[in-house]
């Protein structure tokens, strides 16, 4: 009501109830327009007419009359419109199709096509006249029939080109892992033989690498034993020497006493001691006899002159304490021994003279045991000094030995580290060529089992493209008899599809010849559990099945057993 009073008022209506209704009325009666479609088919149309005579007498008829041949173009032209007939086959896209200088393949399908959906449509009214006239079984062909015709085509032939590529894709996959398995094939048996070439060249380098080490471990064997027989032998001579320098030893650790208590006598004696001697003029006898046994011993000639200078000198008490004793001859003994017999030059009566010649005394005497003593030592020391150069020089070969063994050692260690290196690589090689002879006989026997299926798929590839260029025509008359067949038997049927082969030929649209719908539209296993189900086999039957399960629109066939 309120939507109502603006329009209203400026209608000058007055805006009251009543009066709003009355204008709302009068708008309903101006501008709402009812249109009612009817069916002249059967007797409900005349029956609507005899109960509501309004339907003539208030409407305007518009009577829709079958669509002329331009109608039918034109509608076909348009739902084809950007739709692509003309499809390369999958597989084949790098082919190219010459065109005509004047249109193109695309371009002529979509005109042959439409021309051939008008004649189909008006073959079946044609085709329907007859039958009326023949069995007096009435069948309109009215234009859903036509618009099923073109969008069924469209989704046909979709249909059977995604099912068509499929198929033969699947099997170009197929060839193409056979033909993969061929490459990998030969590349198998050009890396099995490599790899079995690998294998008798490192398998020969082992057993070298075995001779060697059986070589090297034999020279370390014949070197060991060497150096255990040497190290015996040394052994035994380091006892020899030992009990050779415990021998000496002992002899001279008789007189070492009396040397150092003479050393330490020396020791004793200062420049004082040594000056009282010198100053003698004319010595005592028992002063001028020690120091003749000094000069003896120092090989000087034994006079008071030579005594005073070699009391002067300075080195006189070192050259005492470093004397040669270990060199003192026979002849210089023979003359010490005078002068240490005389009972009046033992060192207490000597020191009632002079505290100084008593430590010489000493050191006299001391020397001269040394001298007795080393006579019967120094055989003994020759002795062991030449077993120990004797024993130097085999324990230097027997170090060298004992080197040259470490040396054999380390070579067999690194021989065997090698070997256990290759080995494992020969292990290895040996294993990957077992694969590898393993995978190349189950590849053999696959390309051998596959070689029939292979040819055998390849017929099967080219007949599904030949198959798809041919989808265009067989798809038109497919989904023509879907869409018109259904009210006629199988006298009707056959004239109709024979006439619109001959057209589809006529037209040059691809197609395959002498095409058995329904094959194309179903397969040998669906009508077979159908005749299990009890539909007989003949082709009637068959085609009134495609039909019912195919159709897009409700199936209109004829039932020739009156099931």
Known sequence: KTELERPAKKSGIALTTEALYSFFMLNVRDFMHIALCFSPIGENFRSYIRQYPALLSSTTPNWFRQWPQEALLEVASYFLRGFQLNVVVPGKEDEKHRDSLVMTTENVLQRDIAHAFSIIHSSVAKMSEQMLLEVKRYNYVTSPNYLQLVSGFKELLEKKRLEVSTAANRLRNGLSKIADTQEKVSLMSEELKISSEQVKILAKECEEFITMIEIQKSEATEQKEKVDAEAVIIRREEVICLDLAATARADLEVVMPMIDAAVKALDALNKKDISEVKSYGRPPMKIEKVMEAVLIL????????????VLSESTFLNDLKNFDRDHISDKTLKRIAIYTKNPELEPDKVAVVSLACKSLMQWIMAIENYGKVYRIVAPKQEKLDNAMRSLEEKQAALAAAKKKLEELQAVI????????????????LRAKEERLRKQLERAIILVESLSGERERWIETVAQL???????PGDCLLSIAFMSYLGAFDTKYRE???TKWSLLIKDLLIPSTSELKITNFLTDAVSIREWNIQGLPADNLSTENGVLVTQGSRWPLIIDPQMQ
């Open 298 to 309: 120092l090989g000087k000639e034994p006079t008071w002159e030579n005594a005073k200078k």
């Open 413 to 428: 260690e690194e021989l065997y580290r090698q070997l256990s290196e290759k080995t494992e690589l020969l292990n290895e």
């Open 465 to 471: 493209d030949l198959s798809f260029e041919k989808l």
């Open 495 to 497: 004239d109709l599809v």
